[in-house]
């Protein structure tokens, strides 16, 4: 039950009264004394680390690899269009209209060039728009980039009509095929070729379980780390896009100046920073992503090698 928990926002102190004027920065978090990891198992984390030998780092030659701001036709203000489709599937495939109904997100674009400029990835490691795709997913080659990540809608299986796994949500087609109908569902996300040392989910409810009282860590998040991911950044309920992107960016601001601190240790230190502010210091803003996996440090940077 505790992994349904971003443990960050326990307290270690009771609070003198309730915050006043919603302002939550003298609250006595956890994530404020301490960097936290989430394991899948205590096994994983032999497991994850053995996969961190010099003939993998070799093999995952380009720092980076993003995929976002798909193509949607939704107000970028309304981040709750979750309810109204009466089913998302037409048979087997997504409703590709349906889909293209959820909100815009142009954050998450920003979000990512930030992040390609930290780990001096090139333009073309960008795949935004008419690029974020599925086809596109499924076709390039993801096992030679150390970070990979998707910045756009993440859907809960159980939640939607019709909806049994989650997904990741892509620019949709035209019209929908078994290849590509807009959603990159958890099953198909096992069946990438991966060879990560982090993958970034910057989108809503990428911890979750599948359904209520569920196994936490389930559908997408064990979908990634069967495909090959060794770390992984996820989060626990719907996230504002403009604090994620702050959040996301800040930590590889930390990570630059410092390339020898763990990744673990580089997102409390963003979310610090966010929560500095009072306008930002309410958990909903910081609180919902946590690192899964290796949270120790990593070979992300050239000057570390």
Known sequence: ??????????????????????????VAWLYKDYAITTLPSVASLRALRSFNNKEKEQ????????????????????VSLLVWAKSWFRGALADVDEV??????????????????HLEADEASLYLEERATETM????????SRVVAFATHGLLSGELTGFTEPALVLTPPD?????????????????????????ILSACNTAAADTPGAEGLSGLAKAFF?????????SHWYVN????????????????????LGRAEALRQSMMKMASSKEQSHPIYWGPFVVVGEGGTSPLYPQLQ
């Open 1 to 26: 039950a505790w992994q349904s928990l971003p443990l960050g926002v326990l307290v270690t102190q009771a609070p003198e009264g309730v915050p006043k004027d919603l302002d939550y920065r003298d």
């Open 59 to 78: 093999a995952t030659k380009q720092p980076f690899i993003g995929f976002g701001n798909p193509l949607l036709d939704g107000d970028p203000g309304n």
């Open 100 to 117: 293209r109904k959820l909100a815009r997100l142009p954050d998450t674009a920003d979000e990512l060039r930030v992040i390609a400029k």
């Open 137 to 144: 997913v499924k076709s390039v080659a993801l096992d030679t």
């Open 175 to 199: 019209k929908g095929t078994p290849e590509d109908d807009g959603l990159l569902t958890a099953s198909e996300v096992a069946q990438l070729k991966l060879n990560a040392d982090w993958v």
């Open 226 to 234: 069967y495909a090959g991911a060794r770390t992984l950044l996820v």
């Open 241 to 260: 896009s403009y604090a994620a992107t702050r959040l996301t960016t800040q930590m590889f601001d930390v990570l630059e100046d410092n390339p020898a």
